[in-house]
Structures are given as structure tokens and as C-alpha cells.
């Protein structure tokens, strides 16, 4: 196949559905989960029925993928075992929200995320990433090794904290990471029958139980201390303020509190994993991140960064692109089968699994040159467009369930991103394990443990 072509126009699956033998390779899922995606994709191709312990069609064609989240999405839905499971976390916000009480809460939620609305949350984000550089200061004059991933999971958890609850956040931060590690736990579990149920008197499952409790809590007293205080403005008090545009009706404190969980979820682990890629990346890839501090000191210069230098930051953006092409935060998908459905030309029973890797997908071979190879030049403006009209890059979803943070988290990345290397270079210390965790997110198993070169 052509890739010049092939990055150029859409194509349409002309493969055909692939039958492995029962448990095909089935030992590799109690490794990593990804590379268990991945080989049989290698092996099997991008259609492939697989049947075992869990059985599931595993697509990795981008039309296939646009099919289950754009085209057919109607016969696709979220009920799913492993959606259920997340439920039991998640409670029934928009991540996991199915029907008419998705369909309302993104019609009152959209809003709030728009281009033009996301960015009030300029200032609180650069404040997070210029507190951490501070901080970072004596670290660096000591030339201390640190863990970079769970400082990028430090000031991820404290902007979405802070957009969400504002000065309220610092006061029981440690409380909040310790809800969000638990609850991330339980979500990473593999969805085995029994040992996994919610009723099952595991100690995850306890753990799982008082979290919930404990941060519903605080998220009602948040709700509360909001009501009637039409000065605050953070994220919860807009929530409040909403109404339905058919209806005029209010989102009650369950769903405020049920979609503020799901945020500060679903917004900070992903955002931090892909800040924790982009400085692997950075430290493997020495032109690149020459490139990326010249961008940085021609565009911000000496004085802290503003709101109208984030357009500036065109390579910056494509470093931050080209590290979840190769690492997808979220990286794994899978569909319940609503209805039965043709996909790829075969007919699809109801009730069917279908799951996509993200990992997968974006190094496939046929949309991209040298998937494997880290070269933020794909992303340049006007070259990557075509490539999102393919569903081969989806690392925020696709279709009517997109990414209802993507320009929340777009602007964080780059903010983050940009405050700390125009401060600092990030050299990868020789400690440092290069293994990936396939969970929830995807992440450097180890950690990132760096050191720190002051920048002029
Ligand atoms: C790098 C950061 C992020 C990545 C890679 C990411 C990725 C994704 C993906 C792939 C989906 C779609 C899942 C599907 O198809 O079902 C999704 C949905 C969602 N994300 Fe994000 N996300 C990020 C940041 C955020 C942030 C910052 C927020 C909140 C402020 C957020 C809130 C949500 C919500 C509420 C949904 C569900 C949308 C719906 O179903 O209507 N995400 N995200």
C-alpha cells in the first residue's frame, strides 16, 4: 500500500473477518493487555472474531472504528461488562451514561467546554505548572533524581481540582489523590465473574466502597456551600447554574456530584500520562526537544507565558500530538453491540463485544510511515488533518461520544508542557525503567525518574 496515498484519502475495509482457534494466545493476557491487542492484530489482521475467557471482535482499520463510533453508533452502546464495572466507580456520569441522561447532561455540559470557555482556565493552569517549576528549583540546584510522572499526576490532579472546586481543592488535596488512586485501582481490575463483583468482600472492592462514600461527602458540601453563592465561578457552580435549553431544568446534586467524580477521573490520569510520554520522549529524542526550548524561548521569551502565545506554540502542540499517537492515554475501546448490525460487511448479533487499542491503531502500518518512530513533523498543521478524517489518530474518541475535555485538556498539556521546559531540561536518569503499564491509562510502569538542568 501506497502511505503517501494512504495518509491522503479515507479508505474503506476490504478485508475480510479473521477466526482464530479458541483462546488463541490467551496466556498473553495475563501480561501486558496492549501487546496482547497487538499481536493478534499482527497476526490476525484488523477484523478479527476472537473467542476465550472473554470473547469480543477486535477491529483496527480506521473505517471499521469510525463505523462503531461515528457512522452506526446508534447500534453501539456502553453496556458492557467493563463499562459496568466502571459504573460501580463512576456512579452513571457522562463517561458511562447511556440514552436520554447522556443525552441531556452533554447537551448541558458542552458548554462549558468550548474553545472559548475552557479558557478560563488559563490562569489557574499556568499558576499549577509555575507553583510545580518552583518547587522544582532546589530540587534541581541539588541534582536530585525525581519521579516526573507523579509530579505531572500531581499538577494534573490540581488543576482539575482547582477548576472544579477552587481554593476549596487545597484544603483536602491529599484526601482527593487518595480517592482518585483507589478508585483508579478498581477500574484497572480485569472484569473476572465473582472475584470482581461489587458484592464480593474483596478488599478492593471495601476500599472501593468507603472512597465512594467519603468523596460523595465532600462533592454534596461542595454542592452545598455553592448553592445561592453566585460569585463562585468554578466548575461546580456552573454545573448548578446550567439548565436544560428544552426544559429549563436544573441538573440535580446526584448528577452534579456523579459528573465532577467522572472529571476529575477521567480528566487528570489521562492528561498526566500523556505528560509523563511527552518528557520519555523528550529525553530520547535530543533534536526534538532543542526544537521544542527554541519554540518555547522565541514565543514566551523571559516573561511568564499568556493566553495569546498558546497559538504560537504550533510545535509544542505537535510534540504534545506525536506522544499520544505512539502512547495513548486511553488507550483501549469497547462497544456493547445494541442491535445486531453489519460491520465490515458481516452481520454482528446483539449483545457481541466490540474493543479497538488505540496503541494499535496508531501505529498501524498502512496509515502511518515508520509508526514507530517518533517524528512530531506528522502532526504539522494541514498534514494531520487528513489523517483524523481516516479515524487512524483518536486519542480523544470520535464521534457524538468525542472527548468532552479535549480542549480543557489540549490547553493543559501545552500550558504545563511549555511553563516547565522553558524552565527545565528533563534528562532521563540512568535509574530509569522504559516498561509500559497497560491499565486504565497507559503508562511508563516505573515512573519517569529524571534529573533536572536549569535553562537560562
Ligand atoms: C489527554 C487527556 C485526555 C484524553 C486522552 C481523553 C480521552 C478520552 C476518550 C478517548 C474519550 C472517549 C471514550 C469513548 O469513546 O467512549 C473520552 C471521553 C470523555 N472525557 Fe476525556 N480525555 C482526556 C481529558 C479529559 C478531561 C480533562 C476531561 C474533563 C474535564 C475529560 C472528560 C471526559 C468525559 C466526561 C468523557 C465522556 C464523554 C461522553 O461520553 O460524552 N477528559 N476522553
Known sequence: MDSQQSESQPQTFSGTLARPPLMYRQWLLAGNRATFFDTLAKDLGDFVHYRGLFSFYLVNHPSLVKQVLMETHKSFDKNSVIYDRFRNAFGNGLVVAEGDRWRRSRRLMQPLFGPRAVEQYFELMRDSAEQMASRWEPICQAG????????????????????????????????????????????AKPPLPIVRSFWFPSRINRQLKQA????????????????????????????????????????????????????????????????????????????????????????????????????????????????????????????????????????????????????????????????????????????????????????????????????????????????LARRFKVMLDESHRHVMAANLTMTPKYGVRARLERRS
Open 144 to 187: 536530585q533524581v525525581l519521579d516526573v510522572a507523579s509530579e505531572m499526576n500531581h499538577v494534573t490532579l490540581q488543576i482539575a481540582g482547582r477548576a472544579l472546586f477552587h481554593d476549596s481543592f487545597d484544603e483536602i488535596a491529599p484526601q482527593i489523590s487518595h480517592w482518585t488512586h483507589v478508585i483508579n485501582l478498581y477500574s
Open 212 to 419: 465512594l462514600a467519603e468523596f460523595n461527602a465532600f462533592l454534596q458540601e461542595m454542592i452545598r456551600r455553592r448553592r445561592g453563592n453566585e460569585h463562585s465561578t468554578d466548575l461546580i457552580s456552573r454545573l448548578l447554574a446550567a439548565r436544560d435549553e428544552d426544559t429549563g431544568e436544573p441538573m440535580s446534586d446526584s448528577e452534579i456530584a456523579e459528573e465532577a467524580l467522572g472529571m476529575i477521573i477521567g480528566g487528570h490520569e489521562t492528561s498526566s500520562s500523556a505528560l509523563a510520554w511527552v518528557w520519555c520522549e523528550l529525553d530520547q529524542h535530543p533534536d526534538v526537544r532543542d526544537r521544542l526550548h527554541q519554540e518555547l524561548e522565541e514565543v514566551i521569551g523571559d516573561g511568564p507565558l499568556q493566553m495569546e502565545h498558546l497559538e504560537q506554540l504550533v510545535y509544542t502542540r505537535m510534540v504534545i500530538e506525536e506522544a499520544m499517537r505512539l502512547h495513548p492515554p486511553f488507550w483501549f475501546e469497547n462497544r456493547n453491540v445494541a442491535e445486531d448490525v453489519e460491520l465490515g460487511g458481516v452481520p454482528i448479533a446483539k449483545g457481541s463485544v466490540v474493543v479497538f487499542s488505540r496503541y494499535s491503531l496508531h501505529r498501524h502500518p498502512g496509515f502511518w510511515r515508520e509508526p514507530d518512530m517518533f517524528n512530531p513533523e506528522r502532526f504539522r498543521p494541514g498534514v494531520e488533518e487528513n489523517r483524523r478524517s481516516t479515524y487512524a489518530y483518536v486519542p480523544f474518541g470520535g464521534g457524538p461520544r468525542i472527548c468532552i475535555g479535549i480542549h480543557f485538556a489540549m490547553m493543559e498539556l501545552v500550558v504545563v508542557l511549555a511553563v
